[in-house]
C-alpha cells in the first residue's frame, strides 16, 4: 500500500471511530505530510529524531499547541501502521511537549467598572438587559452559557421582592447558588421591572434574558454585548463574558477569599483548576513587593 493511500485509510479511521471534526483531520493531514516529507522511511524514526524535528518545527515559529498536536497525530500515525502490522511503532513512548499553562488576563477593577458604567446608554431601554447582564456575569463569575441559560425561576427573593441570589447550572448539570451583590441587585431589578415585561410581547418565556423579539439572548448576543462595553469604554474589542470571570476569581483572591470558596463559586469540580488564579496574585504580589521593599530595589 502506498503511503498516501494509508495515510488516508488512517485519517478515514479518526474520521470514522474517534469522531474527529473535518477541521482536525485536515490539521493531522498536514502534520503526518509534513513530518512524512522530512522522514521517507517512518519506520527509521528514533527519538532523537523526532526530537530533533520537534526543535525543527519550533525554529519555524510554530506555538506549542501545535507542535503538541503534531506529535500525537505523529505517534497515532505510527501506532496505527504497528496495529495494521505494517511496522512497528518505534517512537510509542514519545511524549508530546508540555503545553504550560497561560494565565487568565484579568480586567482591573477600575476597566470593569467602566465596562458596567458604559453598558448602560441613557434613551436606549435595551440596555438596562445589557448592564444587567454584564453586572451578573462579573458578580457571579458564571459562564455565558451559565447566564443566558438562567429562567426567572432561578432568582431567589426575599419577601420584599429584593434579588438574594441566583441559581446557575453549571458543567455535568451540576448547580450551584451564587449570592448577588448589591449593584447587580440594582441593574437586575431595573431590567426585570422596566424592560423584561416588554420584550415579552405576549409570549410565554421563562427564559431571563430576552432579546428585541422576546425569545432567549444567544450566546453570540452576550459576548457582543460585552465587547461593544468594552469599545465604549475605551477598551479591547477582544475582551470576553469569561474575561469577567477571569476577574470576578481574580478580584476575589485579591480581597482575601479563599480558594476553595472561590472554586465553589466558580463550578469547578477541582480545586487545581482554580489554582491557576494564584498564580496571577502571587505574580502581583511580587511586583508590589519588588517595588515597596528597601531590600528587594535595585
Given at each position: 500500500?502506498?503511503?498516501?493511500?494509508?495515510?488516508?485509510?488512517?485519517?478515514?479511521?479518526?474520521g470514522v471511530e474517534k469522531g474527529l471534526s473535518k477541521n482536525t483531520l485536515e490539521a493531522y493531514r498536514r502534520d503526518i505530510s509534513r513530518f512524512i516529507a522530512v522522514n521517507n522511511d517512518p519506520r527509521q524514526v528514533t527519538m532523537s529524531a523526532l526530537e530533533n524535528y520537534v526543535a525543527a518545527?519550533?525554529?519555524?515559529?510554530?506555538?506549542?499547541?501545535?507542535?503538541?498536536?503534531?506529535?500525537?497525530?505523529?505517534?497515532?500515525?505510527?501506532?496505527?501502521?504497528?496495529?495494521?502490522?505494517?511496522?512497528?511503532?518505534?517512537?510509542?513512548?514519545?511524549?508530546?511537549?508540555?503545553?504550560?499553562?497561560?494565565?487568565?488576563?484579568?480586567?482591573?477593577?477600575?476597566?470593569?467598572?467602566?465596562?458596567?458604567?458604559?453598558?448602560?446608554?441613557?434613551?436606549?431601554?435595551?440596555?438596562?438587559?445589557?448592564?444587567?447582564?454584564?453586572?451578573?456575569?462579573?458578580?457571579?463569575?458564571?459562564?455565558?452559557?451559565?447566564?443566558?441559560?438562567?429562567?426567572?425561576?432561578?432568582?431567589?427573593?426575599?419577601?420584599?421582592?429584593?434579588?438574594?441570589?441566583?441559581?446557575?447550572?453549571?458543567?455535568?448539570?451540576?448547580?450551584?447558588?451564587?449570592?448577588?451583590?448589591?449593584?447587580?441587585?440594582?441593574?437586575?431589578?431595573?431590567?426585570?421591572?422596566?424592560?423584561?415585561?416588554?420584550?415579552?410581547?405576549?409570549?410565554?418565556?421563562?427564559?431571563?434574558?430576552?432579546?428585541?423579539?422576546?425569545?432567549?439572548?444567544?450566546?453570540?448576543?452576550?459576548?457582543?454585548?460585552?465587547?461593544?462595553?468594552?469599545?465604549?469604554?475605551?477598551?479591547?474589542?477582544?475582551?470576553?463574558?469569561?474575561?469577567?470571570?477571569?476577574?470576578?476569581?481574580?478580584?476575589?483572591?485579591?480581597?482575601?477569599?479563599?480558594?476553595?470558596?472561590?472554586?465553589?463559586?466558580?463550578?469547578?469540580?477541582?480545586?487545581?483548576?482554580?489554582?491557576?488564579?494564584?498564580?496571577?496574585?502571587?505574580?502581583?504580589?511580587?511586583?508590589?513587593?519588588?517595588?515597596?521593599?528597601?531590600?528587594?530595589?535595585?
Open positions: 500500500m502506498a503511503k498516501s493511500d494509508f495515510q488516508e485509510e488512517f485519517l478515514a479511521h479518526l518545527l519550533r525554529g519555524q515559529g510554530l506555538q506549542e499547541s501545535s507542535i503538541s498536536r503534531a506529535v500525537v497525530a505523529i505517534r497515532n500515525y505510527l501506532e496505527f501502521a504497528s496495529k495494521e502490522g505494517i511496522f512497528l511503532n518505534p517512537i510509542k513512548d514519545f511524549k508530546p511537549p508540555r503545553i504550560p499553562k497561560r494565565l487568565p488576563k484579568a480586567l482591573t477593577i477600575a476597566e470593569v467598572t467602566a465596562m458596567i458604567e458604559n453598558s448602560l446608554i441613557d434613551g436606549e431601554l435595551i440596555t438596562l438587559r445589557d448592564r444587567a447582564l454584564v453586572e451578573l456575569l462579573y458578580a457571579t463569575g458564571g459562564r455565558v452559557s451559565e447566564i443566558i441559560n438562567l429562567s426567572v425561576g432561578d432568582i431567589a427573593k426575599l419577601e420584599g421582592g429584593e434579588v438574594t441570589s441566583i441559581r446557575l447550572f453549571g458543567k455535568g448539570n451540576k448547580y450551584r447558588v451564587v449570592p448577588v451583590g448589591r449593584y447587580a441587585r440594582g441593574a437586575l431589578d431595573q431590567y426585570l421591572i422596566r424592560l423584561r415585561p416588554t420584550l415579552l410581547k405576549e409570549k410565554r418565556s421563562e427564559a431571563l434574558f430576552l432579546n428585541t423579539r422576546g425569545g432567549k439572548l444567544s450566546r453570540q448576543s452576550a459576548w457582543a454585548i460585552v465587547q461593544r462595553a468594552a469599545e465604549r469604554a475605551g477598551m479591547s474589542s477582544d475582551i470576553s463574558p469569561h474575561s469577567l470571570r477571569h476577574s470576578f476569581a481574580t478580584h476575589l483572591l485579591d480581597g482575601g477569599a479563599d480558594i476553595r470558596t472561590v472554586q465553589e463559586l466558580l463550578g469547578h469540580s477541582s480545586v487545581t483548576t482554580t489554582q491557576i488564579y494564584t498564580l496571577v496574585t502571587i505574580d502581583k504580589l511580587r511586583e508590589s513587593y519588588a517595588q515597596a521593599h528597601p531590600r528587594a530595589k535595585n
